[in-house]
């Protein structure tokens, strides 16, 4: 753990380094990503322009689920970007460069991959949640701030615990295409209240694929659905065993390789 926190130390240094090196582009790429957050919230409301509410969830309520979506989503993608994984590391053969160092390979492919400037993502999150929350005058006791943390982290491990999986599945497969894409789309419905949906997807957000806890059901708990807070106490469950369950597959993915050949 000791290596592995100096080598994110030198690591997130590089990239601030590579990174400013070009600040127009740079800047561009956080407005961007901005403006992408700001369609999605309007999005939301346009909807809420014909319907006044949504299974007796209100605009604003959904709103403050969005928004605490977008938090651990954030959290996640700063240190897990599985994105071109596939490409890079099995079809390029990078994972063979990888397999020769003598540090944890799961970390490094993380490492190499580390996005600081995701930590926007945090803040346009808390944003969005604080207009709800003022719009909803909702409060808050002390400890719901230590609660929120928890539940962000635990969010974080199940989105790490799927994509890890997922990306471990390229291990098993020389396909250029993988299934991220698909899993990316799913993952959205996990911010919007899980019974405006049929059984057979409540089902799959909750216990296959369970985007639900990381929107829905956590922020649930701070909007007071009492319906819903076994669900949001459930969080960190969740996360600790999907985590557990993408390193086994990892695991059982890195002795299944066999390297990219000549």
Same mark, same amino acid.
């Given at each position: 753990?000791?290596?592995?926190?100096?080598?994110?130390?030198?690591?997130?240094?590089?990239?601030?380094?590579?990174?400013?090196?070009?600040?127009?582009?740079?800047?561009?790429?956080?407005?961007?990503?901005?403006?992408?957050?700001?369609?999605?919230?309007?999005?939301?409301?346009?909807?809420?322009?014909?319907?006044?509410?949504?299974?007796?969830?209100?605009?604003?309520?959904?709103?403050?689920?969005?928004?605490?979506?977008?938090?651990?989503?954030?959290?996640?993608?700063?240190?897990?970007?599985?994105?071109?994984?596939?490409?890079?590391?099995?079809?390029?053969?990078?994972?063979?460069?990888?397999?020769?160092?003598?540090?944890?390979?799961?970390?490094?492919?993380?490492?190499?991959?580390?996005?600081?400037?995701?930590?926007?993502?945090?803040?346009?999150?808390?944003?969005?949640?604080?207009?709800?929350?003022?719009?909803?005058?909702?409060?808050?006791?002390? *400890?719901?701030?230590?609660?929120? %943390? @928890? +539940?962000?982290?635990?969010?974080?491990?199940?989105?790490? #615990? =799927? &994509?890890?999986?997922?990306?471990?599945?390229?291990?098993?497969?020389?396909?250029?295409?993988?299934?991220?894409?698909?899993?990316?789309?799913?993952?959205?419905?996990?911010?919007?209240?899980?019974?405006? *949906?049929?059984?057979?997807?409540? %089902? @799959? +957000?909750?216990?296959?694929?369970?985007?639900?806890?990381? #929107? =829905? &059901?956590?922020?649930?708990?701070?909007?007071?659905?009492?319906?819903?807070?076994?669900?949001?106490?459930?969080?960190?469950?969740?996360?600790?065993?999907?985590?557990?369950?993408?390193?086994?597959?990892?695991?059982?993915?890195?002795?299944?390789?066999?390297?990219?050949?000549?």
């Amino acid at each position: 753990m000791k290596d592995i926190f100096r080598l994110f130390t030198e690591y997130l240094g590089q990239y601030f380094k590579s990174r400013l090196a070009y600040r127009a582009n740079f800047l561009s790429e956080l407005v961007s990503n901005l403006v992408f957050e700001v369609i999605n919230l309007v999005f939301i409301l346009v909807v809420f322009q014909h319907v006044s509410t949504m299974k007796d969830w209100t605009r604003d309520e959904i709103i403050f689920i969005y928004g605490f979506f977008l938090v651990p989503y954030a959290v996640f993608s700063m240190f897990f970007s599985f994105w071109d994984f596939n490409e890079k590391y099995i079809i390029r053969g990078e994972m063979d460069r990888i397999l020769t160092r003598p540090i944890n390979n799961l970390a490094q492919v993380c490492l190499e991959s580390i996005a600081p400037d995701r930590i926007f993502g945090v803040i346009t999150g808390l944003i969005i949640m604080g207009y709800a929350a003022f719009q909803l005058k909702l409060t808050f006791a002390w *400890y719901d701030v230590l609660l929120f %943390i @928890l +539940l962000v982290i635990s969010s974080s491990l199940i989105y790490a #615990g =799927v &994509y890890t999986g997922i990306a471990a599945v390229s291990f098993f497969s020389d396909s250029r295409t993988g299934i991220a894409p698909m899993i990316w789309n799913i993952q959205n419905y996990g911010r919007y209240p899980v019974d405006v *949906y049929n059984k057979v997807i409540r %089902i @799959l +957000l909750t216990w296959i694929l369970p985007f639900a806890f990381v #929107g =829905v &059901y956590p922020a649930a708990y701070f909007l007071r659905k009492e319906v819903y807070y076994g669900y949001a106490m459930l969080t960190p469950v969740m996360g600790i065993v999907f985590f557990c369950i993408g390193l086994l597959v990892w695991k059982l993915g890195v002795r299944k390789y066999s390297g990219a050949g000549s």
